[in-house]
């Protein structure tokens, strides 16, 4: 497995080894003891969860203010613009994003560790989102951010879409930054 930085210190790129031949191909897609080598520490996963989203969807940015998830992700078919935003007071990266392109034909995965909002656009027709999570979903302690914040600055591939992204109620009504709960 090939580990790549981010500008985020924590959220790091995984892409692991894909062997292929005419008949498809193969690879691991999860090794605890490779994880735990590539960032760094040790973290147990609780639960996976796998979405389906449609082109422009724009699912984001969460987090759950107590019991906060490490999420592992990545995408099993189509093609995502995955997004993380550093929510902990404490960083020198604080209010910062990194953003990377996840797709079935890069395999590439996303850690996105503990106390970071955590968002994704799809750029192709249907995306299938696969993700493992370091605690269980806590409804009552989940947070959002607003995708668009100008104090955070994202810069999502929307020239890539013929819309306006498509957003859950949840997200249209997403703080901006000066109101949203961070971590200390």
């Known amino acids: 497995m090939q580990v790549h930085a981010t500008r985020l210190p924590g959220v790091v790129i995984l892409e692991p080894k894909v062997f292929g031949d005419a008949r498809g191909f193969f690879m691991e897609s999860f090794n605890q003891q490779a994880f735990d080598a590539a960032v760094g520490n040790t973290h147990r996963f609780v639960q996976d969860n796998h979405s389906r989203s449609a082109r422009g969807v724009l699912r984001g940015m969460h987090y759950q203010i107590r019991q906060p998830q490490g999420k592992l992700v990545r995408v099993a078919s189509g093609r995502v613009f995955d997004v ?33 909002a955590h968002g994704f656009l799809v750029l192709s027709e249907w995306a ?12 009552q302690h989940e947070r959002a951010l607003a995708w668009d914040d100008p104090h955070v600055g994202i810069a999502w591939p929307l020239e890539e879409l013929a819309t306006a992204p498509v957003l859950s109620q949840k997200d249209q009504a997403a703080p901006r930054w000066d109101q949203a709960e961070c971590f200390d």
Do not use: C, I
């Open 84 to 116: 993380a935003v550093d929510m902990r007071r404490s960083s020198p990266t604080f209010g910062q994003w990194a953003g990377v392109e996840l797709s079935a034909e890069n395999h590439r995965q996303l850690w996105v560790p503990p106390g970071f």
């Open 128 to 139: 299938d989102f696969l993700y493992k999570t370091t605690d269980y979903y806590a409804p």
